[in-house]
C-alpha cells in the first residue's frame, strides 16, 4: 500500500530523510515515532505529495509518485485521509459543513452528502453536534471531528501526525480507539507520535526514526 524505496529528503544543505525504505501493506496499522526533528512530518508529507523525494522511489495506493504530474496529485489524495495536529477546521463554517466540504469537491449529490456525512459523524459518535461551530466544541471533539472529515471520502490510506498531542490521557485513548476502529475495516493507519504510550502494548509495527533514518523496527 506504501512503499518508500531509498527515499531522501533534503532542506537546502540539510538531510531530512536520507535513504529510507519501508513497506507498510494493506490493512496495517504502523506507528512512526522518533525525537522531534527527525523527520516524522516529512515521511507523512512524502506520502501525500506536500513534499517530493530528492531521491529514490514512492508508491501510494498504487500510484508512483516519480510519474505524478502537479494536476494529478488531488486524485491521489481521494485515496488519503490526513489527521493533523492543529485540526485545521474552518471556524467559520459548522461541523455538518466542514465534513461535507471534501464531497462537495468531489461533486456529489446533496443527499448523498447529507447521508455520507451523517453516517461519519455517527461513528465519532457527534451526530448530535453536526449543527455546532468548532469554536464550541472541546479539543477532542475537534479532533473526531478531523478525524470524521478524513474518513468520510473512504479512503484507503489514513495518515495521522501527533493527533493526540494537544489532549489528555482519556481523550487521547478515545481517538486511538476510532483509529483501531477504522483500521479493523481494512483502512491503512500510519500515525506519527512521540508519544510511547499510544503504541505500547498494541501488537502493532513501530519505526523507529533517529537522525534522518529508519533506526530500528519493533512491535508494540
Not at 49 to 76: M, N, Y
Not at 89 to 104: D, Q
Not at 115 to 141: C, I, M, Q, R, W
Request: glycine share 6%; charged share 25%; aromatic share 6%.
Amino acid at each position: 500500500m506504501i512503499e518508500f524505496s531509498g527515499v531522501s529528503k533534503y532542506y537546502d544543505q540539510d538531510i531530512i530523510l536520507k535513504d529510507v525504505s519501508v513497506s507498510i501493506e494493506k490493512a496495517e496499522m504502523v506507528f512512526l515515532t522518533g525525537p522531534s526533528g527527525a523527520g516524522k512530518t516529512t515521511l507523512l508529507k512524502l506520502i501525500y505529495c506536500a513534499e517530493r523525494p530528492d531521491e529514490g522511489h514512492i508508491v501510494v495506493a498504487g500510484w508512483d509518485i516519480r510519474k505524478l504530474k502537479q494536476r494529478t496529485i488531488p486524485f491521489l489524495r481521494r485515496n488519503l485521509g490526513i489527521v493533523f495536529q492543529d485540526f485545521r477546521l474552518l471556524r467559520n463554517k459548522t461541523v455538518f459543513e466542514n465534513v461535507a466540504l471534501a464531497l462537495r469537491i468531489h461533486d456529489m449529490h446533496p443527499t448523498e452528502i447529507k447521508e455520507d456525512v451523517f453516517e461519519v459523524l455517527k461513528d465519532v459518535k457527534l451526530s448530535h453536534k453536526a449543527n455546532t461551530y468548532p469554536a464550541h466544541l472541546s479539543g477532542g471533539e475537534q479532533q473526531r471531528i478531523v478525524i470524521a472529515r478524513a474518513m468520510v471520502t473512504k479512503p484507503t490510506v489514513l495518515l495521522a501526525d501527533e493527533p493526540t498531542g494537544n489532549l489528555d490521557a482519556e481523550t487521547s485513548a478515545t481517538i486511538m480507539n476510532l483509529f483501531r476502529d477504522i483500521n479493523t475495516r481494512g483502512t491503512t493507519v500510519l500515525i506519527a507520535t512521540h508519544n510511547k504510550s499510544l503504541f505500547q502494548g498494541t501488537g502493532c509495527r513501530i519505526l523507529y526514526l533517529r537522525e534522518n533514518q529508519i533506526e530500528k523496527e519493533l512491535i508494540g
